[in-house]
Structures are given as structure tokens and as C-alpha cells.
């Protein structure tokens, strides 16, 4: 077979495996298409498939294959990423700053705080770390996976939920955005390269100038001119960030940070978000399962899971616990919204495929991450649904 016939033959498992387990098995309520996708794609991978048919996983994802699905996955996350900034509402955030800043600080603080001490312990042990990595990179880094809130999975769980565009809804969004922003701040710190540090100044100045321009443009295009311009917009920031030495992703979320979502029809935004999960963005999970290693043993990789699973769930609910306590809110209200910002999945796999990408965790560490970002987000449901039945009058509450 030629490499476009193997490559379609990765496209048809990469589409309808999950579909499967997802459609006939029923997982909604436990775990979304996207929840399903990621583990598809770790089953798919070479812990699982490569070690049970070692042949058939080489002969399919050969070096030519991945290298497609690597180019798909790429674009398709950055696209993601790109929606993802331009749906920031800050807004809203800044309306309501006292409430939303101690409740979003205190949501991402303390979880950073409890996943930095379960990395501290993790670092003893060789095999963790990653090469290019320094101790306080790799503890920062494993810190604030364990701190990050999926936006994009918390929005999908939220219409499960049917409180999106109730009042409790729309603060959980602002705590969530307030948050995202932090992500990808401290992800710009964490990658900040003093060898290229030139680079990095050059691109953040150059960054900041045509930013100020490109705000000035896209109000006066047309309406169907500003996607293909922002487009554009989002691949030169990508390179330019990536150039720096940022990652692309860095430059991905910048560029649409600094556009304002007004200037689009929000109903085709859904679409567009819509149709890059349905089309594309099942290749990026699958190239993250690839990623994924089990060398040091199943037990080790699950252990380690575990305990970061355990410090993320007890920071993000003492931190809400504590914020509920400042702000004077109902009992089971604080739990609730700790129990909806835990999600992780999409936002938490894009941050740390980065800290893979520069060799700051290895794919052990990676494997563990992935693992808990994936049992977290099939929490939430289960354990949110019943809150909430018991608790409709929070949903009203504004703030």
C-alpha cells in the first residue's frame, strides 16, 4: 500500500473507533465524544496497541502516516486555541472584579499550590523530569496542569447541565476566562529561554505593535473578510512565536486574546468550534495518544496519576471553599462550582503536549498528566448533576 492509502486507513480508525464507543457504549453522561476521542487515542497508541500488535501498529503508523496526522493536528489545535481566546470575555470579568478575581485567584491558586507540592515529591524520583527541564520548570509546569480549567469542555458540560445561560453559568465563565488567561502566562514564563531571550523581546515588542494595528483594521473590513484576515492574523503569530522559541501555542492564544468577539457572528463561531471537534481536532487526540509511554510500568504511571488527581481535586475545592467563605455564598455552592472548574481534557492536554514538545516532562510524566486530565473530566457529571438538583436556587444567583 502507498502512504495516502495507510494514512486513510489511520483516518477511518481515528473517526469511527471512538464514534463507536461513544454511540453504542452511551457514555455520555460519564464522558463527552472529546473524553471518549482522548482515550481512544491513548488506546491507540504504542502502550496499548503497539505493544499488543507491534506490527500492525508500525505498519499503520509508520513515520510517513504520523507525520500527516502531526500537520492536521497542528492546525487543528491552533485553530481550537485561537477560538478559545477570542471567546474570553474579560469583560464581564472586569464588571464584577472583586467577586470574580478572588474567586478565579483563589480556583487557580490553590490547586497550583497543591500540584507544585505533589511535583516536588514527584521530581525525587528519576524518570519524571525532563531532559531540557530545570526543577523549578518541571514543578511549575506539573503545578499549573493541576490548576487549569478546559474552557472549551467546561462550555460543552454546562449545556449538558442546561445552566450555560443561567446566572451561575455565566460566573463560573468569568472565574474560567480569568484563569485561561493565567494558563497561558505562566505557560510564556515557564518556556521564557534565556539563549533566546533576543528573540523573545523582539517578538513580544513586534507582537504588541502590530496588535495595536490589527485592532485598528479588522473593525473596517467586511464581516466575511474578518475570517480569512484572522486567520491569517493567527498563522503569523503562531510563527512568530514559535520562532521566539514561545511555541506556537503561545502565539495561537495571543492572537485571538487580542481580538474582540463582536466583530464576529458568535453563531458561526459555535459552528466553526463546532465543526474543527468534529473534522480535525479528533487527529490531535490522536496524536496525543501516540505520545504516551508506559516504560516504567503501568502501576507507576497510574500511581503518580492518582496523586495528582487527589491534589488537583483538593486545591480547586479548598479554593472555592475559601472564596465562598469571603464572598458569603449558600452552603453546596462553593462545592458546586469547584466540582465544574476541576474539568480538564482539552485545554490541560494542549499545555502539557507543549511542555512535551519542549522536553520539560518526559512522556511518562506526559502519560500520568493525561490520565488524570481524563478521569477529572469524567467526574464532573456524575458528581455535579445530583448538586445541582438539590441546589436550583444557586443557579439564579448572579454573583
Request: charged letters at 15%; one cysteine or more; glycine letters at 8%.
Amino acid at each position: 500500500m502507498n502512504t495516502s492509502e495507510i494514512f486513510l486507513i489511520a483516518m477511518t480508525l481515528i473517526l469511527t473507533v471512538p464514534f463507536l464507543i461513544w454511540r453504542v457504549g452511551r457514555t455520555e453522561y460519564y464522558a463527552p465524544l472529546v473524553v471518549v476521542q482522548i482515550i481512544t487515542g491513548v488506546v491507540l497508541g504504542p502502550g496499548i496497541l503497539g505493544a499488543v500488535f507491534p506490527q500492525y501498529y508500525a505498519f499503520v503508523f509508520n513515520p510517513q502516516v504520523i507525520q500527516a496526522l502531526n500537520g492536521i493536528a497542528w492546525w487543528a489545535v491552533m485553530t481550537f486555541v485561537w477560538i478559545a481566546g477570542i471567546e474570553l470575555d474579560l469583560k464581564q470579568a472586569w464588571a464584577q472584579k472583586r467577586e470574580s478575581g478572588i474567586t478565579a485567584g483563589l480556583a487557580l491558586g490553590m490547586p497550583l499550590l497543591f500540584g507544585c507540592a505533589a511535583a516536588a515529591l514527584i521530581v525525587r524520583h528519576t524518570g519524571w523530569i525532563g531532559p531540557r527541564a530545570s526543577t523549578w520548570q518541571f514543578i511549575l509546569g506539573v503545578g499549573m496542569a493541576c490548576a487549569v480549567t478546559a474552557l472549551p469542555i467546561l462550555i460543552l458540560l454546562m449545556e449538558k447541565l442546561e445552566i450555560l445561560r443561567q446566572p451561575i453559568g455565566k460566573r463560573i465563565l468569568r472565574y474560567a476566562s480569568l484563569d485561561d488567561v493565567a494558563i497561558w502566562g505562566v505557560l510564556a514564563v515557564i518556556l521564557m529561554d534565556w539563549h533566546r531571550m533576543g528573540r523573545q523581546v523582539i517578538f513580544l515588542l513586534a507582537f504588541g505593535v502590530a496588535a495595536l494595528a490589527f485592532r485598528q483594521l479588522m473593525p473596517r473590513l467586511q464581516a466575511k473578510d474578518r475570517w480569512h484576515v484572522g486567520l491569517i492574523w493567527l498563522a503569523v503569530c503562531a510563527f512568530g512565536a514559535d520562532w521566539s522559541g514561545l511555541h506556537f501555542m503561545v502565539g495561537a492564544f495571543l492572537s485571538g486574546a487580542v481580538m474582540d468577539n463582536d466583530w464576529f457572528d458568535m453563531k458561526q463561531m459555535d459552528t466553526l468550534r463546532h465543526n474543527v471537534l468534529l473534522t480535525i481536532m479528533p487527529v490531535y487526540f490522536l496524536s496525543t495518544g501516540l505520545r504516551t509511554n508506559w516504560n516504567m510500568g503501568g502501576a507507576a504511571v497510574f500511581i503518580v496519576a492518582g496523586v495528582l488527581l487527589v491534589a488537583q481535586l483538593a486545591g480547586k475545592l479548598a479554593g472555592t471553599a475559601i472564596a465562598g467563605r469571603i464572598l458569603g455564598w449558600k452552603p453546596g455552592e462553593a462545592s458546586l462550582i469547584g466540582w465544574l472548574l476541576q474539568t480538564k481534557a482539552l485545554i490541560m492536554i494542549i499545555f502539557v503536549n507543549v511542555l512535551l514538545d519542549k522536553q520539560l516532562i518526559t512522556s511518562e510524566s506526559f502519560t500520568a498528566l493525561l490520565l488524570m486530565a481524563v478521569f477529572s473530566t469524567m467526574l464532573t457529571i456524575p458528581v455535579a448533576s445530583p448538586k445541582l438538583r438539590h441546589m436550583r436556587e444557586v443557579t439564579f444567583r448572579s454573583k
